[in-house]
């Protein structure tokens, strides 16, 4: 399961998707973020679903690549849609057992949800698939740039996010191979005992955070060693530069998904 998640991990192909600038891919993936918790008819899901569709055909990165990094989810939308279903009260019943009623409203968030869950998932590791942590970093900072006269210390926020995405695939192999060596020592990571798997958990979960924390060390050193002070007085090899299929795109992309949103408000409502 380790393996299945995509997030923070980078698949070149040199497509039109990975030239795009990088603030460009930030602020598209940033404006279908919130638009989906705007809308909520089933035309609309459909929609975004065909948006995310349609950029990983573009991207050309393996569409099973992307549906792996939801593998990891399926547990919370399990979760998800046992809470709605068993807690949402308002609306008709349409099941009734002693004391579980079942609502039509429940059955429709517990469908609504997972969707808006896998859509939150696939457009993130889209982001991540097709930019480079090098990119990202650029990116994240331009894209915060503006806020730096308010004082918001937009490059070392950049930083850090940088690196606890490029992070997350380094940290996942090294849990694997953890587990791998504990369960050649005995360990029982799938018994059905809470307390025993949780018990198990403990010297999983310690060499890992010594291993994090002195991974965490070593790059500290390898900055200080090469002199890094944070942005002042820091220049860029490959400056980002606008152009206008970059331009092109993000007009063309942020109508479409406001067209979707006001396309809710008055054109469907299922």
């Not at 923070?8 to 973020?33: A, E, N, W």
């Not at 990165?61 to 990094?69: A, D």
């Amino acid at each position: 399961m380790l393996k299945d998640v995509t997030l923070g991990q980078y698949y070149p192909t040199g497509s039109m998707v990975h030239k795009l600038d990088p603030r460009i891919k930030i602020l598209i993936s940033f404006i279908f973020i919130i638009s989906i918790f705007f809308v909520n008819s089933y035309i609309s899901y459909a929609i975004e679903f065909i948006f995310v569709f349609l950029i990983a055909y573009l991207s050309k990165v393996p569409f099973k690549m992307i549906l792996k990094g939801l593998k990891p989810l399926r547990y919370i939308i399990i979760i998800t849609i046992i809470i709605n279903l068993l807690f949402t009260t308002a609306g008709n019943v349409v099941f009734e057992y002693g004391i579980i009623k079942i609502t039509d409203e429940a059955i429709d968030l517990s469908i609504k949800m997972p969707l808006r869950l896998t859509l939150l998932v696939m457009g993130t590791s889209l982001l991540t698939l097709t930019t480079s942590p090098v990119q990202l970093t650029d990116g994240i900072e331009g894209t915060l740039k503006p806020f730096k006269k308010i004082g918001l210390p937009s490059h070392e926020i950049a930083m850090m996010i940088t690196i606890a995405l490029r992070f997350i695939p380094t940290l996942i192999e090294e849990t694997d191979k953890i587990m791998k060596a504990q369960l050649a020592r005995g360990a029982n990571f799938e018994s059905k005992n809470l307390i025993t798997r949780a018990k198990s958990m403990v010297p999983l979960i310690v060499p890992l955070l010594i291993n994090a924390l002195e991974r965490a060390d070593e790059l500290a050193i390898a900055m200080e060693a090469r002199c890094y002070n944070g942005d002042e007085g820091r220049t860029k090899l490959h400056p980002l530069k606008l152009n206008n299929t970059d331009i092109v795109v993000f007009i063309i992309m942020t109508i479409l998904i406001i067209s979707v949103v006001l396309g809710e408000r008055f054109l469907w409502t299922i």
